[in-house]
């Protein structure tokens, strides 16, 4: 493999042991992987560890353990910190990709200069794909509008269907690409959030430097939307309106007058608040299984 395309696959894991096992084991059979990186975040009832074992003979495996939950952006920086390849990628525990995924992506990315950042795309396991592959900035108005339901509020369309590429406004944290340079240039993902959002403020990022994000087309994804985010419906739904909080607060809020930014800021929490008793009972439900 060549050194200068060589990649790292960084995935940080929490008690995503139902899907991690499929997600490994295509990553080490896919083109251009030179490191895998499976980062922990204190999954505490050995589901790693049996997982891990299938993979323990393939030299590009590696795993850090942490023993607090250290939110996924702290975690990416982690794996990010502790791998060599010029190329990163950073894959979800539910995301399963094919073979060519991960050259498919990188090709893109050397054969277009400008582009920062390069997702893929990604579906669901009904072949439809997810919104947050290919979304607008996250404006204050779309984002009241998200707030308030509007579940199409950051969809951005795929007009072109032959089409190579699509250049977005952000795509999915379940799998990106970036060039090591750029990610260290930019100082990685903002751990001020812990779940959710970070991508989009990443993407951010990268276009206001100066750079594209697109979405390979011909680079497949299958999102299965692993066990993690059910165990905790209300802790996820918390740290999800916390990161649109941030978001706005960091690239939006300047922009607004005082009074409407207020606004804005109390329907981010008034959604949650009128949302936490439904997620406390999924909740409860689920630790009753």
Same mark, same amino acid.
């Given at each position: ?10 995935? /940080? +894991? ?7 096992? =499929? !997600?490994?084991? *295509?990553?080490? %059979?896919?083109?251009?992987?030179? @490191? ?6 204190? %999954? ?15 030299? $590009? ?5 942490? +023993? ?7 975690? !990416? ?5 502790? +791998? ?12 399963? /990709? ?5 050259? $498919? ?5 050397? *054969? ?32 009241? &509008? ?7 509020? #950051? ?10 590429? +699509? ?16 990610? =260290?240039?930019?100082?990685? #993902? ?6 959710? !959002? @970070?991508?989009?403020?990443? !993407? $951010?990022?990268? $276009? ?5 994000? /697109? /979405? ?23 740290? &999800? ?8 607060? &960091? ?18 929490? *008034?959604? #949650?608040?009128?949302? *936490? ?13």
């Amino acid at each position: 493999m060549n050194a200068d395309g060589a990649i790292a696959i960084v995935v /940080v +894991t929490h008690y995503s042991a139902a899907t991690l096992d =499929e !997600c490994l084991a *295509a990553v080490l %059979t896919a083109d251009t992987v030179a @490191e895998l990186l499976v980062v922990d975040n204190a %999954t505490a009832d050995g589901s790693v560890d049996e997982v891990l074992r299938r993979f323990e003979h393939d030299p $590009r495996v590696r795993i850090v353990r942490n +023993t607090t939950n250290r939110g996924f952006a702290s975690g !990416c920086n982690q794996g990010a910190a502790a +791998t060599r390849p010029p190329w990163l990628v950073f894959l979800n525990p539910d995301c399963i /990709v094919e073979r060519d995924t991960f050259a $498919r992506m990188q090709s893109l990315a050397r *054969a277009r200069p400008g582009v920062g950042l390069v997702g893929a795309d990604v579906r669901g396991e009904d072949g439809v794909p997810e919104r947050a592959a290919r979304r607008r900035e996250p404006t204050w108005r779309r984002s009241l &509008k998200r707030v308030f339901g509007d579940r199409n509020a #950051f969809a951005l369309a795929r007009t072109d269907r032959d089409a190579e590429a +699509t250049a977005v406004d952000a795509t999915s944290g379940a799998l990106m690409l970036i060039e090591r340079a750029v990610f =260290e240039r930019l100082g990685g #993902f903002d751990e001020a959030y812990r779940l959710h !959002c @970070e991508d989009l403020d990443l !993407c $951010r990022r990268v $276009r206001d430097a100066g750079l594209a994000v /697109v /979405v390979a087309e011909r680079a497949r994804a299958t999102h299965r939307q692993g066990s993690s985010s059910r165990r905790r419906p209300l802790f996820v739904g918390f740290h &999800k309106h916390r990161g649109m909080h941030r978001y706005f607060r &960091k690239h939006e809020r300047a922009g607004v007058p005082p009074p409407l930014a207020w606004l804005i800021e109390a329907g981010i929490w *008034a959604r #949650f608040a009128l949302l *936490a008793p439904w997620l406390a009972l999924r909740e409860l439900a689920a630790r009753l299984r």
